[in-house]
Nanobody, 124 residues
Framework: VQLVESGGGSVEAGGSLRVSCEVSGDTSRLYCTGWVRQVPGKERESVAAILSDGNIEYADSVKGRFTISQDTHKNTLYLQMDSLKVEDTAMYYC???????????????????WGQGTQVAVSS
């Protein structure tokens, strides 16, 4: 399975961005998806995830502002980010975990595949 992110960029605080993650390869196994972000020098932070039972989890820091979704026909995962804050600046990675490893928060040991990352920069 390969993941290719797109849609990052620069935006002013209060603005919106949508990042996408196209999934390709052998997707015959059931899996769950998520987004993780990282700022240099800091630990990775789980942002949002769609779990195996369909439940959706969000980090407290993004609840009410970010929306995770996926289009199974297009094999694409999305993260809609609204009311962006300077502290949302980070590299955003999409993740895939097999069903047996689905969980919240998204743990590095449970991730089967990482995307290459897309940079989001929010200015004041």
């Amino acid at each position: 399975v390969q993941l290719v992110e797109s849609g990052g960029g620069s935006v002013e605080a209060g603005g919106s961005l949508r990042v996408s993650c196209e999934v390709s390869g052998d997707t015959s196994r059931l899996y769950c998806t998520g987004w993780v972000r990282q700022v240099p020098g800091k630990e990775r932070e789980s942002v949002a995830a769609i779990l195996s039972d369909g439940n959706i989890e969000y980090a407290d820091s993004v609840k009410g502002r970010f929306t995770i979704s996926q289009d199974t026909h297009k094999n694409t995962l999305y993260l809609q980010m609204d009311s962006l804050k300077v502290e949302d600046t980070a590299m955003y990675y999409c993740t895939i975990s097999t069903f047996l490893r689905c969980g919240w928060p998204v743990l590095e040991r449970d991730v089967a595949t990482w995307g290459q990352g897309t940079q989001v920069a929010v200015s004041s």
